[in-house]
């Protein structure tokens, strides 16, 4: 199997394929102040597995799109749905966040947990303007650095991994220049990376590996897994999940 064919095996089975939690998500919407009313309009970009779009159907009056690029991951997402009986809420598209089949301004919301970073956190709220109505709201996480001159270890990890990655200070004037009016920020616990991503991604590690007999090509991901968890482990007080919540102006 090739290494993206192997990286969604070792994540479909993950309730997320980034750190955060149902808590986080509900205190987003909560941010979000939504008139009464419903149903709302809603597309989450980068769904993976689809946890956000589950919780956000069980609370919310809310026809979701849920977009990934990964078809079995967007198969997860309707079993899930169908086992916690919001089926009818959601809908799958599969196809790539910076490449959207919607019309402009279809969606009431546009919901992104942990997955902006695959297109650039500037060039996606950019071109995801365009399908929020006016007033629509946008809820993304992002990954950001909490504390000014971090160490050159973890400096030079994200100055290669994502060159992008910047301070909520700057991520909000991304927002503001780019016709959002932020309206909620909170930084993700550090509960969200330990408890509800990187625990059940070692639990799975063992028979992803014996899946693929230990494979070279499947012992090296697992590899690059475990540095990412002793990074944050390590230099977690210096860089984290951020959640922005705007609305379009």
């Known amino acids: 199997m090739e ?18 939690s149902e808590t986080t998500t509900l205190k987003a919407l909560e941010l979000m102040r939504l008139p009464p009313g419903g149903p709302f309009r809603m597309a989450e970009l980068g769904c993976g597995t689809g946890a956000a779009s589950l919780a956000l159907a069980a609370a919310l009056d809310v026809q979701i799109t849920a977009v990934d690029l990964f078809p079995e991951f967007l198969d997860v997402l309707v079993e899930r749905a169908r086992q916690r009986s919001v089926s009818d809420r959601i809908t799958t598209q599969a196809c790539s966040m910076d490449d959207l089949p919607f019309p402009a301004e279809t969606f009431d919301m546009i919901w992104s947990e942990g997955a902006v970073y695959n ?107 475990k540095k990412e968890i002793d990074l944050y482990q390590r230099y977690q007080d210096w860089f984290g999940y951020g959640f922005f919540v705007a609305r379009k102006v």
């Open 3 to 20: 290494g993206i064919e192997l990286l969604v095996d070792l994540h479909k089975e993950g309730l997320r394929q980034g750190p955060g």
């Open 119 to 225: 297109i650039g956190f500037e060039q996606g709220v950019v071109y995801w303007h365009r399908f929020l109505r006016p007033g629509g709201f946008l809820a993304v996480s992002e990954i950001i650095w909490l504390a000014p001159n971090p160490p050159l270890e973890i400096q030079g990890h994200w100055d290669v991994e994502y060159p992008e990655m910047g301070t909520a200070s700057a991520k909000m004037d991304i927002l503001e220049r780019h016709g959002y009016a932020p309206t909620g920020f909170f930084v993700l616990p550090q509960d969200c990376w330990t408890k509800e991503y990187y625990d059940p991604l070692q639990q799975r590690t063992p028979a992803f590996l014996k899946r693929h007999n230990h494979s070279a090509e499947a012992r090296e991901i697992v590899e690059a897994e």
